[in-house]
């Protein structure tokens, strides 16, 4: 009797997912809307595209796959974040939430004894620099005569010389 072998699941593309960016994509209505007709009309994110563009962000995704999600070109999209308070606010949002969580995973390792944690905390959340040593370098002043005639400046040569 053959042994039968079960298919392999399709692995998906998209990285596994928290709830709040499930419910967002599950958000049924338009992401975006058009103000107006014809093709340079600008567009709006409506809520539900808000809401999608900080969970998308909070889980690292990349502009271009944000846009994509939203139906949109990644320029379109940086385009609209720059015009658009609300958007550049839920753009920021998300990234604020994945810079806490991954500071958060930083942290639960530095206390459990992972040195490279810790140094790079300090260096990245407090602003500590290795290797910099204090200037210790001499502060050396010349002062230099004003500009003689050669006539002068001979005369004063002499005057040292007779000394």
Do not use: F
Not at 11 to 23: C, D, F, G
Request: hydrophobic letters at 40%; charged letters at 20%.
């Amino acid at each position: 009797m053959p042994l039968l072998m079960a298919k392999p699941k399709p692995t998906s593309t998209e990285p596994t997912t928290n709830t709040a960016l499930q419910l967002a994509l599950a958000a049924r209505g338009p992401l975006v809307a058009r103000e107006g007709n014809g093709k340079t009309a600008p567009y709006t994110v409506t809520p539900a595209g808000l809401r999608v563009i900080e969970a998308m962000a909070g889980e690292g995704q990349d502009q271009a796959s944000i846009a994509a999600k939203l139906g949109l070109h990644r320029k379109t999209l940086m385009d609209i974040v720059k015009r658009c308070p609300d958007v550049e606010e839920a753009m920021t949002a998300g990234k604020a939430l994945l810079a806490d969580e991954l500071t958060h995973h930083l942290l639960t390792a530095a206390r459990k004894g992972n040195v490279v944690a810790a140094i790079y905390l300090t260096k990245a959340r407090l602003g500590w620099v290795e290797g910099i040593a204090p200037e210790t370098r001499p502060n050396i002043i010349i002062n230099l005569p004003d500009a003689q005639t050669p006539e002068a400046y001979l005369n004063s040569i002499k005057v040292i010389e007779k000394s």
